[in-house]
């Protein structure tokens, strides 16, 4: 069987370090690894409107901003197709027939979906577009019978909603829809990475982001002002490595090598959280090894993304190609799927004919 990766983000703000260690660079990666038949990079402007409804204008100023970061990264529109949501109207006939396989109490469970309705104040006024989200995901990786898909942690609960109507639909009405996996980080701290205040999540609301279009100095002056352990006053009192948000992205980040480049005193991270962990390091010492560290990989992404700036029309060709690709690859799906369910009329020469027969013969 094909190999098959889909994965997207919502449009709605540039994306950032965490978006970089939990998911861009490993679909890099997997691009660069050969092992996949096809890679749909998906830029997620309907689902943004599902909780965006009232603010149109800034999912439409963040199509870009996505699209360049993805290019800047290294994602490559001669391997991956990187296209826009709206722009493949299967998607949502296909949501439309999945919505007859979840119960409105099964959508209510989606931890994901409660969290989210929580975080919005959402409670009282739910847009159904908002809490129907899920099954327009199973749609989106469906529809490119994807069997593979890199996301963050906080989308366990979209891969298995998915991967029950997947299920309920083979069931029904007979083998038709790949079931997908997901790809989880395999690096701890990439799982979730933290935000600059130390806060759980790095996220654009709480305003604790590196983004990767930063320049050198912002990303200078925002990994000096990490909050870190807060016991630890003076370098001579022992800190805390757990939960420290700069040990964190060490661990996101960091390689043996940059050890051997920029801090030579020390072998490997091990070492240096050993010492910060008896006294006598420095936050400051800590942090400029940090900075050097995010710089040397932000460096080249930054570049690229100056190039690609300079050629604005020429990304929207590329979501434009992508965009008419996936149309195609969706196109088909939804055709099996019709078929599977009998709502394939016209297409259905044996059906024209026997009711034909039926009629005639009365
Ligand atoms: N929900 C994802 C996010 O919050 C975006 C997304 C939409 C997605 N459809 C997807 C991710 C399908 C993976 C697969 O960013």
């Known amino acids: 069987m094909a190999k098959i990766i889909l994965t997207g983000d919502r449009p709605t703000g540039k994306l950032h370090v965490g978006h970089y260690v939990g998911s861009l660079k490993r679909r890099v990666e997997l691009q660069e690894s050969g092992g996949y038949d096809q890679i749909f990079i998906m830029i997620a402007d309907a689902q943004a409107l599902t909780d965006n409804a009232d603010d149109p204008e800034k999912v439409r100023q963040n199509i870009i901003e996505v699209a360049l970061d993805y290019l800047s990264v290294g994602l490559d529109p001669a391997k991956s197709t990187l296209f826009i949501q ?9 949501s439309f027939y999945y919505m ?13 979906v409660k969290s989210e309705i929580q975080m919005r104040n959402f409670e009282t006024s739910i847009p159904v577009g908002f809490f129907t989200y899920p099954i327009s995901q199973a749609a989106d990786i469906t529809a490119f019978k994807a069997t593979t898909v890199p996301v963050g942690e906080d989308q366990m609960p979209m891969l298995e909603q998915t991967r029950e109507i997947v299920h309920k639909f083979n069931t029904v009405y007979g083998e038709t829809l790949v079931m997908p996996d997901i790809l989880l980080p395999d690096n701890k701290a990439c ?3 933290p935000g600059i205040d130390g806060k759980a999540k790095m996220s654009k609301s709480l305003g604790n982001c590196i983004f990767l279009s930063d320049t050198e100095k912002d990303v200078q002056k925002k990994i000096m002002s990490m909050f870190t352990d807060p016991n630890h006053l003076k370098v001579e009192d022992p800190g805390q490595v757990e939960g420290n948000p700069v040990f964190t992205y060490l661990d996101a980040f960091c390689r043996d090598e940059h050890f051997a480049k920029y801090l030579p005193d020390y072998d490997d991270l091990e070492a240096l959280k050993a010492h910060y962990r008896r006294g006598g390091l420095g936050d400051v ?3 400029k090894f940090l900075n050097k560290v995010i710089q040397e990989e932000l460096a080249p992404i930054r570049e690229r993304r100056k ?5 604005i029309p020429a990304v929207y060709k590329i979501l434009e190609e992508g965009s008419r690709k996936a149309e195609a690859v969706a196109a088909q799906t939804l055709a099996d799927v019709k078929k599977a369910m009998k709502i394939d009329y016209f297409a259905d020469q044996a059906l024209i004919e026997e009711q034909a027969k039926r009629f005639r013969e009365g």
Do not use: A, G, I
Not at 307 to 311: A, G, I, L, S, V
């Open 307 to 311: 190039q690609f700036e300079q050629d």
């Open 86 to 94: 709206s722009q493949v109207p299967q998607l949502c006939e296909l």
């Open 191 to 193: 799982l979730r990475l």
């Open 100 to 112: 007859n396989l979840v119960t409105v109490s099964r959508l209510q469970r989606n931890p994901t």
């Open 285 to 287: 010492k800590v942090k």
